[in-house]
């Protein structure tokens, strides 16, 4: 299994940004593509974007243009840059492999204030 550990989340007003990251430990070699996920209070967790281990990415139609994903290989973590935040955009983010296994982290909270 992989243990993760998100960091970065806070309280922004809208326009702000915010750098989440992720950092795995574990069985980590197995791993082909990460992502960000993220939980609005009463919605289900959606995953926002993704990242191969090529660099391939891809992103939730919603943020594309505002947010962008990179992660280091050789550090095992992962990131999540988040500009022009939006109050639709307050959850507690994630980080997990896609497809994601049932071990999650604590995750992030990110509250973006009108």
């Known amino acids: 299994q992989v243990q993760l550990v998100e960091s970065g989340g806070g309280l922004v007003q809208a326009g702000g940004s915010l750098r989440l990251s992720c950092a795995a430990s574990?069985?980590?070699?197995?791993?082909?593509?990460m992502g960000w996920y993220r939980q609005a209070p009463g919605e289900e967790r959606e995953m926002v974007a993704a990242?191969?281990?090529?660099?391939?990415?891809n992103y939730l139609d919603s943020v594309k243009g505002r947010f962008t994903i990179a992660r280091d290989n050789a550090k095992n973590t992962v990131y999540l840059q988040m500009n022009s935040l939006k109050p639709e955009d307050t959850a507690v983010y994630y980080c997990?492999?896609?497809?994601?296994?049932?071990?999650w982290g604590q995750g992030t909270l990110v509250i973006v204030s009108s």
């Open positions: 997990n492999t896609v497809p994601y296994q049932p071990n």
């Open positions: 990242i191969t281990s090529g660099g391939g990415t």
């Open positions: 574990g069985d980590t070699g197995c791993i082909f593509a």
